[in-house]
């Protein structure tokens, strides 16, 4: 199930979930990560293969991943990049409520992480469309004793999804510090791999996640920035979002998609991590061929 490299106990452990179809902004996301520690990074990409009706998933490449594994060892040696099929894992306990909904399977992969063993005890889950802007240490080392997981507000949900009207308690999944050691005791993802099966849901995985979550821990927006730029923003979110003028509507701009991100949404911030991701992507073609 696990192709791994040999990984050191020190060091920040990053979880990223999808299919095929996450690889540009895995590669992104990486690098923006890369910009700013200095300690050696142990990514895990948890994949896997599936057929859902005439929809075929098909899971993030080994190419990739070892591409990605010698070039986050430029940076430091004691960096891994570590692939994780678990195809097996979610076709033993299939979110079947959910899986013809708008949302793709794979979303809900990170709910299995408390079934790979192989998974550190701390570990700091990412979306594909985040891309991290300032130090994040203090965010990662931040005391999780007791705590199942640590997370921003969801920019819309916090005033519709709320189970206490005094208190803003929905957070995104976007960005979740994971306390596997105890999730694992509490059973929490296994609780909510039977809600996501029995039930369907809007959001299946960050809905059952607020539902059943006995302790998580707020942190502020500045660590899952979901709507605009801030000079404090350590991770940004690139999520749909609401726009007033001329019109209402919805707003969907991925970091990969690069020009949109210039002319839609203005921002420049990450130019030069497009930049490098446009050698690397050119590169990784070049080792392909």
Known sequence: MMEHNNQPENGVNILYCGDRNIEDGLILSVL???RHTAEPLHIFVMTMELTVGERQILPVTQGTVQYLDSYVKRQNRSSTVTRIDATNLFQAEPPTANLETRFTPCCMLRLFADEVPELPERILYLDNDVLCRRDYSTFYHQDMDGCELAGAPDYYGRWFFRRNLLHMDYVNSGVLLLNLGRIRETGLFAQCRAMCR????????????NKLAQSKKQCGRAYNEQRKLHQD????HFTTSFRFFPWLHTLTVKPWQIQQVHEKLKLHEYDDIFQEYTDVTTAMKGCSQ
């Open 32 to 34: 923006s990560l890369l």
């Open 198 to 209: 029995d039930r369907r849901m809007f959001m299946p995985d960050q809905s059952a996640i």
């Open 233 to 236: 923003t350590v991770f940004q």
